[in-house]
Nanobody, 119 residues
Framework: QVQLVESGGGLVQAGGSLRLSCVAS????????MDWYRQAPGKQREFVAS??????SYADAVKGRFTISRDNPKNTVYLQMNSLKPDDTGVYYC??????????????WGEGTLVTVSS
């Protein structure tokens, strides 16, 4: 079994910064991709950023402001969020595509961390 645990959320003023972390633990053979999604109040969950072995990608809404990075030996993905806007408010979820020690690929979600940006 694999677990994802996010941290780093909180309350910040518009224009400020936060750094989110997500640590994967358990029966991990290889992490194929680690992504961030978010869900604003009353809205559907949306893609934010992805980090795979092939590179990184971002939603248009966060390009130039957010940076995703991975620390592979620590099974950790980070999301550095700068120039935050009230529209960035929401619960941020870590998503990972992981190959376990039985060489079985499965998608996992964390429980989320709340980011609130005040105007």
């Amino acid at each position: 079994q694999v677990q994802l645990v996010e941290s780093g959320g909180g309350l910040v003023q518009a224009g400020g910064s936060l750094r989110l972390s997500c640590v994967a633990s358990g029966s991990i053979f290889q992490i194929l991709a680690m992504d961030w999604y978010r869900q604003a109040p009353g809205k559907q969950r949306e893609f934010v950023a992805s980090a795979t072995t092939g590179g990184t990608s971002y939603a248009d809404a966060v390009k130039g402001r957010f940076t995703i990075s991975r620390d592979n030996p620590k099974n950790t993905v980070y999301l550095q969020m700068n120039s935050l806007k009230p529209d960035d408010t929401g619960v941020y979820y870590c998503n990972a595509n992981i190959r376990d020690t039985n060489l079985y690929d499965e998608e996992y979600w964390g429980e989320g961390t709340l980011v609130t940006v005040s105007s």
